[in-house]
T-cell receptor, first 114, second 113 residues
């Protein structure tokens, strides 16, 4: 079945460091891909998404590009801030996006130190 | 985007009791989803709730333990029955919004003592 694999955490960075969180997927069709963020004590928020190959999702300085050839959707940010400390989840939807359920990776906890 | 509200946001429950979580969406949606997030874990889909039909449960989840209602296109409830400490989790409601995106409520944080 479909699955999402993301890098194990926790990841600890200094403020203004470059961030990459790797995410790869397996899917039979052409899924939509998402990154969600969960700040401490809060629910899930959509961070960015991409619905087809070569699409780039971006939000709040974060970016991820849908790479069909490598089945990847790595999350990047050029300069992290303390406020970016959170758990990041990569996810895919293989049922038409808004009409389908999501398959999540295990989450990567990011801690940014001042 | 869709705005999804859940109640209660947090609760401490006694072992053996049941609790019903409510989920309200600000627009009509065909399908709503219930997820569980156990402490320090990722999200696991419990069931998909369609209006006018019985919910579809994922492997490992049964209706007797997690009965779901979906009385209309904007509302759903999930009941966690006969709770045990292993049911201590965040329960999240989600629904599809515009632009092929799935949105989540803020979650209901349950602790069973």
């Amino acid at each position: 079945g479909d699955s999402v694999t993301q890098m194990e955490g926790p990841v600890t960075l200094s403020e203004e460091a470059f961030l990459t969180i790797n995410c790869t997927y397996t899917a039979t069709g052409y899924p939509s891909l998402f990154w969600y963020v969960q700040y401490p004590g809060e629910g899930l928020q959509l961070l960015l998404k991409a619905t087809k190959a070569d699409d780039k999702g971006s939000n709040k300085g974060f970016e991820a590009t849908y790479r069909k050839e490598t089945t990847s959707f790595h999350l990047e940010k050029g300069s992290v801030q303390v406020s970016d400390s959170a758990v990041y989840f990569c996810a895919l939807s293989d049922n038409g996006g808004s009409q389908g359920n999501l398959i999540f990776g295990k989450g990567t906890k990011l801690s940014v130190k001042p | 985007s869709a705005v999804i509200s859940q109640k209660p946001s947090r609760d401490i429950c006694q072992r053996g009791t049941s609790l019903t979580i409510q989920c309200q969406v600000d627009s009509q949606v065909t399908m709503m989803f219930w997820y569980r997030q156990q402490p320090g874990q990722s999200l696991t889909l419990i069931a998909t709730a369609n209006q006018g039909s019985e919910a579809t449960y994922e492997s490992g989840f049964v209706i007797d333990k997690f009965p779901i209602s979906r009385p209309n296109l904007t509302f759903s409830t999930l009941t966690v029955s006969n709770m045990s400490p292993e049911d201590s989790s965040i329960y999240l409601c989600s629904a599809g919004g515009s632009g092929n995106t799935i949105y989540f409520g803020e979650g209901s944080w349950l602790t069973v003592v």
